[in-house]
């Protein structure tokens, strides 16, 4: 695995001026589009070079070129391909997470490689609040964010939610807590810069993910431990308690969560989804059940005498969402605010774009938004997320995963407690074919593969209009990726949403 050298390219920010810098991906999302943007406002002479074309590329150009506050005659495109020299003449190049530095021969002519996170890190003094995993990263430093305005901080929220932290780096200071949703990808980039030192960091769910990138877990879960690796006993590491699922596991035994637990040098707390059996042994967060039936969220650190309750019944649907929420919770726990009114700002959280999104109701039949839903597991556990059967729409394209947890959901005969949906559409792809095998086996019905979204659409409102259903959930979670048919699960969502609001009047 590829370490960088500890430090950073610029000794400050005034170090940038007249510097040759080449943004390596301008793409369609802001992050390149906030580097270009950075660097120009600091003096530097940009290069954008990006694989895609000016015509791809357009919206992003557009605002660059039409922005009055920036001198474009420092900037210069080299679109639809990539030219060694633009590498090896630069100061510094400024990486892409998506972009492979093995056996890259751009990156290795480049003299420094830095990535918007890196240099974000080194010049903030900000206190950082950083987020990874596999499932609900997004969901987590949503509600993080969201509950440390409102109990009164100016709060920061960036990284892998689509919005560089360079964005806002000179806005914040010692009193304005910053937190990043950093993938895999991100966290690769980090490596040997000793530049991340989290006041409080989360690892969430770990399960298979990006396995046609990584191809392998060991490899995979790596870039993941780097998110503690240069935290101290005065900051925090949480992290799973729970089991991991079947067959998802370090291959030495044991789970992800006890060991990044053994591995941090951070004070360690858990978080879990029922009550421990033994509290003496055991710091962190917990849901259970309150005496008329609902989910509450319990913390019990140390130095505490008793647990507090500091979460109670949310307004955002699915059993995984408590989870994060409840996360959520423990950070504003940890930033010293008071536990009543951590439940009074969690309750009033309302989730996020393309996750669980609700969004337009049809004859009284609700539409939920899910695009964030890359994995498998998340479009199983989005399936369950409303305690009743779903017109449930999925698939896409396959990048390296087993579809086992969504094809047992889809094809369980409801006696393990599994809630069956309703109506099944599919939506065609490279993963979508590795589900139907073990749909057509179990006799399961279903309908498509689709191959668009607005084919899919119209087959769900023939469906609604026919059966002259009404009260009834559809979800769109394809657990899968969305190359080829969008330009990202951004994309793929609002287009989702948009062929909703179109069709269904």
Not at 268 to 276: A, D, E, G, N, Q
Request: net charge negative; with cysteine; proline share 4%.
């Amino acid at each position: 695995m590829h370490s960088f050298k500890k430090g950073c390219t610029f000794n400050s920010l005034s170090d940038i001026k007249d510097k040759k810098i080449t943004v390596m991906g301008l793409g369609l999302n802001g992050g390149g589009e906030a580097c270009v943007r950075f660097f120009l406002q600091h003096g530097a002479y940009v290069t954008v070079t990006d694989m895609k074309t000016s015509e791809q590329l357009k919206p992003t150009i557009d605002r660059l070129n039409n922005d009055a506050n920036l001198d474009t005659s420092r900037l210069t495109y080299v679109l639809g391909e990539h030219r060694i020299e633009d590498f090896e003449n630069a100061d510094c190049v400024i990486k892409n997470p998506g972009v492979k530095i093995e056996g890259n021969k751009y990156l290795s002519a480049s003299k420094n490689i830095e990535s918007d996170i890196s240099i974000f890190l080194h010049f903030t003094k900000a206190p950082v609040i950083a987020v990874t995993g596999s499932k609900g990263k997004s969901s987590t430093v949503s509600a993080i964010h969201y509950g440390l305005n409102k109990a009164g901080y100016k709060a920061f929220l960036g990284g892998n939610i689509t919005v560089s932290p360079l964005t806002f780096l000179d806005q914040t200071s010692e009193e304005t807590p910053v937190v990043l949703e950093l993938s895999s990808w991100q966290l690769a980039d980090l490596r040997g810069r000793g530049a991340l030192k989290p006041h409080i960091s989360i690892i969430t769910k770990i399960v298979p993910d990006h396995q046609n990138w990584y191809g392998n877990m060991k490899d995979y879960v790596a870039d993941k431990q780097l998110i503690y690796k240069d935290q101290t006993k005065g900051e925090y590491t949480i992290v799973d308690y729970d089991g991991d699922e079947p067959g998802t596991g370090p291959e030495q035994g044991g789970t992800w969560g006890d060991l990044f637990a053994k591995e941090t040098k951070g004070t360690v707390l858990r978080y879990s989804r029922t009550k421990p059996e033994n509290l003496d042994k055991f710091y962190g967060v917990w849901q259970e059940k309150s005496s008329d039936g609902k989910t509450k969220g319990m913390v019990f650190l140390p130095g505490m005498d008793t647990p507090e309750q500091i979460m109670g019944e949310l307004s955002v649907p699915g059993e995984h969402m408590k989870i994060n929420v409840l996360n959520a919770a423990l950070v504003l726990f940890l930033m010293q605010v008071e536990s009543d009114k951590i439940v009074s700002i969690m309750q009033t959280w309302p989730g996020i774009d393309h996750r669980l999104q609700f969004f337009h109701t049809y004859k009284g039949n609700k539409f939920y938004n899910d695009s964030c839903a890359t994995v498998p597991e998340a479009a199983s556990a989005a399936s369950q997320s409303f305690g009743k059967p779903v017109i449930f729409a999925t698939g896409g394209t396959d990048k390296g995963l087993s579809f086992d947890p969504l094809i047992k959901t889809l094809t369980s005969k409801g006696d393990d407690g599994t809630i069956l949906p309703k109506e099944i559409f599919l939506l065609s792809g490279t993963g979508t074919d590795k589900v139907l095998p073990d749909l057509d086996k179990a006799a399961v019905h279903y309908n498509g593969p689709f191959n668009s979204l607005n084919e899919m659409l119209v087959a769900i409102k023939k469906y609604i209009d026919t059966c002259n259903l009404t009260d009834q959930i559809v979800v769109f979670s394809p657990g899968a990726t969305s190359f080829g048919m969008f330009t990202n699960e951004f994309d793929r969502g609002n287009k989702f949403m948009n062929g909703v609001k179109e069709l269904f009047v």
